[in-house]
């Protein structure tokens, strides 16, 4: 049950360009999308998120895109810098009724940011 | 920046044998988490926690996990009895809050544990 779909694993970009990686959904009851990062050895760390109710949301260079009618979300990267080569994942938030949520995330793209 | 703690960070075990994963959240955080990714899998829930009890668990948190705050600090999964299937990436994460509107979970670097 796939109900994030990030269906390319992975996408090599060159430096200085734009990066941009998709996410599908397909339970339209998450209420806020999140895109983490993830380094080799190391844990998810929180990127940038949006709003279910927002079409875009920016922070310096990253900017989330989302598509409610398509239920698609994407994240733009640019510049693209080396540092920036890690897995990102795409994770929905459900609400699940009295005050809780859940998290559900995609498989992850792996992007490689080329010098 | 304060940081998820997890301990150790690989563990190997034998099929059959009780594991226990540790994780020190971030210390005024008061909601948290266990997630775990088998290798080339997407990252799956697992169970929350908050107030000293479990809030939600998913179907693979059956009776064989279990976890646990034993003191202010500590946040443990346990797995009674290892199976092959249970070799994966463990992630404990913690938030401020219930939901991420404002309070993004926190994750640690994981415990890599490889039942043989």
């Known amino acids: 049950d796939q109900q994030v779909k990030q269906n390319s694993p992975s996408l090599s970009v060159q430096e200085g360009r734009i990066s941009i990686l998709n996410c599908d959904y397909t339970n339209s009851m998450f209420d806020y999308f999140l895109w983490y990062k993830k380094y080799p050895a190391e844990g998810p760390t929180f990127l940038i998120s949006?709003?279910?109710?927002?079409d875009k949301n920016e922070d310096g260079r990253f900017t989330v895109f989302l598509n409610k009618s398509a239920k698609h979300l994407s994240l733009h990267i640019v510049p693209s810098q080396p540092g920036d080569s890690a897995v990102y994942f795409c994770?929905?938030?459900?609400?699940?009724?009295?005050?809780?949520?859940?998290?559900?995330f995609g498989k992850g793209t792996k992007l490689s940011v080329i010098p | 920046e304060p940081e998820v703690t997890q301990t150790p960070s690989h563990q190997v075990t034998q099929m059959g044998q009780e594991v226990i994963l540790r994780c020190v959240p971030i210390?005024?955080?008061?909601?948290f988490y266990w997630y775990r990714q088998i290798l080339g899998q997407k990252v799956e829930f697992l169970v929350s926690?908050?107030?000293?009890?479990?809030?939600?668990k998913s179907e693979i948190f059956d009776d064989q996990f279990s976890v646990e705050r034993p003191d202010g600090s500590n946040f443990t999964l346990k797995i009674r009895s290892t199976k092959l299937e249970d070799s994966a990436m463990y992630f404990c994460?913690?938030?401020?809050?219930?939901?991420?509107?404002?309070?993004?979970?926190?994750f640690g670097n994981g415990t890599r544990l490889t039942v043989t």
């Open positions: 949006i709003s279910s109710i927002k």
């Open positions: 926690f908050y107030n000293n009890e479990i809030s939600e």
């Open positions: 994460a913690s938030r401020a809050t219930r939901s991420s509107y404002n309070s993004p979970l926190h």
């Open positions: 994770a929905g938030q459900l609400p699940l009724g009295a005050g809780s949520y859940q998290l559900t």
């Open positions: 210390s005024n955080h008061l909601y």
